[in-house]
Nanobody
Framework: QVRLVESGGGLVQAGGSLRLSCAASGIIFKISTMGWYRQGPGKQRELVATVTTGGSTNYADSVKGRFTISRDNAKSTVYLQMNSLKPEDTAVYYC?????????WGQGTQVTVSS
């Protein structure tokens, strides 16, 4: 059974940085595409970044150059380093694991960026 637990959210001033972590249980982490999504107030959930099993990454245009996704297969953990944060980055951030067409989600972690 897959379980995803996010951590690292919080309150930060604009221009600051945060690093989110997502620890995954189960044996399929190494063969899964991992990603981060977010849902801002009154908005739909949107893709932030993904990283494949081979290490290829994909980013939303809004975070390119500011956010970096990475994975540590030995620790079954995916990270999201967020720099130069903006108030519009305020959202609940969700960890996502994709395997054979099935999506697994964490409970989310709140990120609030003050201006």
């Amino acid at each position: 059974q897959v379980r995803l637990v996010e951590s690292g959210g919080g309150l930060v001033q604009a221009g600051g940085s945060l690093r989110l972590s997502c620890a995954a249980s189960g044996i399929i982490f190494k063969i899964s595409t991992m990603g981060w999504y977010r849902q801002g107030p009154g908005k739909q959930r949107e893709l932030v970044a993904t990283v494949t099993t081979g290490g290829s990454t994909n980013y939303a245009d809004s975070v390119k150059g500011r956010f970096t996704i990475s994975r540590d297969n030995a620790k079954s953990t995916v990270y999201l380093q967020m720099n130069s944060l903006k108030p519009e980055d305020t959202a609940v951030y969700y960890c996502n694991q994709q395997f054979t067409g099935t999506n697994y989600w964490g409970q989310g972690t709140q990120v609030t960026v003050s201006s």
